[in-house]
């Protein structure tokens, strides 16, 4: 049974971090890329960073841009995103995503609430 489980999120200051993990199962987690994104209420799902199989290449949103770093670990079958500087309109549910191809996989999702 393929499972992508998130964890870490919460409630944070507008200004402070968090560190979102997403942790893998039942699929060959090192040879797929892997995604976070994001989801308002009443808005599309908004990609916020990629990071490939092997973690060589990473992509981000511009908005992001040098405040999150996604990575991932394949020997623990994880992949993370470090988020800081954060502003309340990044209050979210943050998925974890994983893409092969034409195969690819959800997560449920973490709420991000960054209010003061």
């Known amino acids: 049974q393929v499972q992508l489980v998130e964890s870490g999120g919460g409630l944070v200051e507008p200004g402070g971090s968090l560190r979102l993990s997403c942790a893998g199962s039942?699929?060959?987690?090192?040879?797929?890329?892997m995604s976070w994104y994001r989801q308002v209420p009443g808005k599309e799902r908004e990609l916020v960073a990629s990071?490939?199989?092997?973690?060589?290449?990473?992509n981000y949103a511009d908005s992001v841009k040098r405040r999150f770093t996604i990575s991932r670990d394949n020997a623990k079958n994880m992949v993370y995103l470090q988020m800081n500087s954060l502003d309340a309109e990044e209050t979210a549910v943050y998925y974890c995503y994983a893409r092969r191809g034409g195969s690819n996989y959800w997560g449920q999702g973490t709420q991000v609430t960054v209010s003061s």
């Open positions: 990071i490939s199989s092997t973690g060589g290449s990473t």
């Open positions: 039942g699929f060959s987690f090192s040879w797929y890329a």
